[in-house]
């Protein structure tokens, strides 16, 4: 790393710091030529290969505004929507791969989504998996219905189980 005060072409690590939950490294650093320290940030660039191949930035910036048009007349926050965008960018950070197609961002999207709001999620997936007719709401709404008998029925056996240890 060059030093940015002598422009020395080398310089010395002498501490290094996770920041932003791991997503960035920060390092001290000490320049062998003029002595002074300077700071350095590093970041692993994640990288969203569109359907057309051009490659561009994952950005919360976009998830957020393509999320906020599916909650839009619902009540929905932003810092919803924001906790939303870095649940994806988890998501897709933890596949490990430096480029990530768009069409596995919008998968990410859809489970926290669901969870946050089942309206705005309709209307996401409705325009992400390119629904055509009824057929395709009515498939996805028994889904959801399904998922939430579950949940209830899951619940229902909680309580059952902790009315037996009381």
Request: proline share 4%.
């Amino acid at each position: 790393m060059r030093c940015p005060y002598c422009r020395h072409a080398d310089s010395r690590v002498v501490d290094s710091r996770e920041a932003d939950d791991g997503q960035l490294i920060r390092r001290r650093r000490s320049c062998p030529e003029c002595g002074k320290r300077f700071t350095t940030v590093e970041e692993a660039v994640l990288a969203v290969v569109k359907r057309s191949g051009v490659t561009e930035p994952f950005s919360r910036t976009k998830i957020v505004g393509g999320v906020r048009k599916a909650c839009q007349g619902r009540p929905v926050d932003d810092d919803s929507l924001a906790l939303l965008a870095q649940k994806v960018e988890e998501t897709v950070r933890a596949k490990g791969a430096a480029e990530i197609p768009s069409h596995e961002v919008g998968l990410a999207i859809l489970g926290p989504l669901r969870d946050l709001d089942e309206v705005a999620y309709m209307r996401f997936a409705s325009v992400y998996r390119s629904f055509d007719s009824l057929a395709d709401f009515e498939r996805e709404i028994e889904t959801l219905r399904a998922a939430a008998r579950a949940r209830a029925g899951a619940g229902a056996d909680a309580a059952e189980a902790a009315g037996r240890t009381s």
